[in-house]
């Protein structure tokens, strides 16, 4: 048989480093699944449940590898799935191509079965580079640019393939004719640094503070001992946007965990307290977080030019790797000699780990979700990988795991989509087979796909070197997280036809596929069930029965929150007076000494 396009393509992702696509067979990519069972020795095929499932893989490949993801779907239906896992590459800076089957040329433009504009679909989610291959010449520089762009600027590009070009015989080098381009593979990042003036300018205002504050996201995952040492010598407080929470472990005393609405007390007041901030990596979102304007002075570090001063005005802004720009600036910055301010910072910490538990210790009807989080934290295994979804599973994630060096964490951060937490969790354990890996999900998150990444898991589980992959259900039959935003929000009570989420057994189902599977329903039960699932032989959903009437308090509550969360009761939610009970349960946790409430344990 004469080699194909798509056989070439193959083979040219191959030589890129891909070793793992992503996708969902149609027959609008044939020809691709032909090369791809050809070439099962370079490339792996990964049959996911769902394209979107696909997209998030690709999307969590890029996180947890460090590479670029690659996912494939089949034409119209197929390309239309991957959308919102790319977009979550996308919105979170993720380097992923998407290969998309099209119609044969033969019948674009008659309106033919499955013909959908696709070059247009995918216009906005991969605006930086999206192409139709219209002839065999044309797949060698599709490919490259593809896969560098998606490298190097770290973003989504697509590439889309007609089902007849796909089967064409190959061309691996273009004719040399007027038009004709020659693309090579490979590619190393720069070294990218700022200015020595604007180092020095940023050094002063740094130097001159006397309550500095770090802020630190995504952009710093691969800066932690630059952090740390940054952190030491200005006597820094260091905040961590939710993509940023594996930068920093959670035992050293000067972290405040996470920020904003999911974020802590410590994080707050280090905001509101500070004079001088320093923001490496991040383009945390919510303002109202972060420093009153003109309170601070404040310093940015960022790859990307546009993210400078789009949160915070800021004096300097200097465009670098976050990594080499912290190392460039640490020879200009004096040792901080003055204490009262870091040790203002470790006091609220500490405070804000025996709130935290005194709140995980309060009873619930029949448990409490924050135990769940809280009991798991200690037994986190060393290099595990943590997943979360979006939902009100994510405050309890990003608050109540203390994590570790050597650990990685991530979810949806800026699209904060739901569905993301069992996909991601695969591509963890394909990426790193040989680590524990954690997911955290709600039922609502689960019943909408990751019911369906569970039968993946069954199918490929055996291949892992570590086995333990363990599912986190909250079964608390509440679309929670919007539950609650309906409350505090808009001042609405729970509309129980839009909240409520059928029953359903998790434990039951993951049996059914061969997991393994534990029930926690009483608080007695958690401990035992952590580990249990801990130490299994296989995968393991862990169904854990949780209150939903659990308040995700914010870590300051504004007077128009109050009122509204007042408004919704007044107009009779149908759970009233145990929401009552159990925010006041939490609210009290934060004030009163000691350990333990209703229905808690020492």
């Known amino acids: 048989m004469a080699r194909t396009v798509a056989d070439y393509v193959i083979e040219r992702l191959a030589d890129w480093g891909v070793s793992r696509i992503y996708g969902y067979p149609g027959d609008g990519i044939n020809g691709f699944m032909g090369a791809l069972r050809r070439h099962e020795e370079k490339v792996r095929f990964i049959q996911a449940r769902h394209e979107e499932l696909a997209a998030f893989?690709?999307?969590?490949?890029?996180k947890f590898a460090g590479d670029v993801g690659v996912c494939m779907a089949t034409s119209g239906p197929g390309a239309i799935h991957l959308l919102n896992g790319l977009y979550d590459a996308a919105m979170d800076h993720r380097g992923v191509v998407a290969i998309v089957g099209q119609s044969a040329t033969i019948g674009l433009g008659a309106s033919y079965q499955q013909e959908v504009d696709l070059t247009t679909l995918f216009k906005d989610v991969a605006h930086h580079y999206v192409q139709l291959c219209a002839a065999p010449e044309q797949a060698r520089h599709l490919v490259d640019r593809a896969m560098r762009i998606a490298r190097a600027e770290q973003v989504v590009t697509c590439l889309i393939f007609p089902a007849d070009v796909q089967e064409m015989d190959a061309v691996e080098s273009p004719p040399r004719v007027h038009g004709a381009t020659f693309t090579g593979i490979g590619w190393s990042p720069p070294r990218v640094l700022p200015t020595d003036a604007d180092l020095r300018q940023a050094a002063d205002i740094l130097n001159a503070g006397e309550r500095v504050a770090m802020l630190v996201g995504a952009g710093a995952l691969h800066a932690t001992d630059e952090v740390m040492e940054v952190a030491e010598r200005l006597g820094a407080g260091v905040a961590k946007a939710l993509l940023g929470k594996a930068v920093l472990p959670d035992d050293l005393p000067y972290?405040?965990?996470?920020?904003?609405?999911?974020?802590?007390?410590?994080?707050?007041?280090?905001?509101m307290g500070c004079d001088t901030l320093l923001m490496v990596g991040t383009s945390f979102p919510y303002a109202e977080f972060l420093p009153r304007e003109g309170q601070a002075r404040a310093v940015q570090i960022d790859l990307r030019a546009r993210n400078l001063s789009l949160r915070y005005p800021v004096e300097v802004g200097l465009c670098g790797d976050s990594r080499e720009t912290l190392r460039a600036l640490l020879p200009l910055l004096q040792q901080r000699t003055e204490r009262a301010w870091r040790d203002r910072v470790e006091e609220w910490v500490r405070d804000w780990w025996r709130v935290l538990e005194r709140r995980a210790m309060n009873g619930a009807d029949p448990i409490n979700p924050q135990r769940v989080f809280w009991e798991l934290s200690p037994r986190l295994p060393d290099v595990c990988i943590l997943t979360c979804d979006s939902g009100s599973s994510a405050n309890w994630w990003a608050r109540d795991l203390r994590i570790r060096?050597?650990?990685?964490?991530?979810l949806?951060?800026?699209l904060a989509t739901m569905g993301p937490a069992v996909p991601y969790a695969i591509a963890a354990k394909f990426a790193h087979p040989d680590r524990p890996v954690i997911a955290c999900a709600g039922d609502g998150a689960m019943q909408m796909n990751g019911l369906n990444g569970l039968l993946t898991i069954?199918?490929?589980?055996r291949e892992w070197q570590d086995p333990r992959l363990l599912i986190l259900v909250l079964n608390n039959r509440d679309l929670n997280q919007v539950t609650w935003e309906q409350r505090v929000m808009a001042g609405d009570p729970k509309f129980e036809a839009s909240q409520d989420v059928p029953a359903f057994s998790y434990a039951h189902y993951a049996e059914s596929l061969g997991l393994g599977s534990i029930r926690m329903e009483r608080p007695e039960d958690i401990v035992p069930g952590w580990e249990q699932a801990l130490a299994a032989d296989r995968p393991v959903v862990v169904d854990a029965i949780t209150d939903p009437e659990v308040p995700p308090l914010p870590p300051h509550i504004t007077v128009e929150q109050a009122k509204n969360y007042t408004i919704s009761m007044v107009k009779g939610d149908p759970r009233t007076w145990r929401v009552l009970k159990q925010t006041a349960k939490d609210m009290a946790a934060g004030f009163l000494p000691g350990r333990g409430g209703d229905g808690g344990e020492e």
């Open 57 to 62: 893989m690709a999307s969590a490949h890029s």
């Open 255 to 271: 972290v405040t965990g996470s920020i904003g609405l999911l974020g802590t007390r410590p994080s707050w007041e280090l905001m």
């Open 405 to 410: 060096r050597g650990m990685m964490a991530s």
């Open 412 to 414: 949806s951060g800026n």
């Open 458 to 461: 069954a199918k490929y589980w």
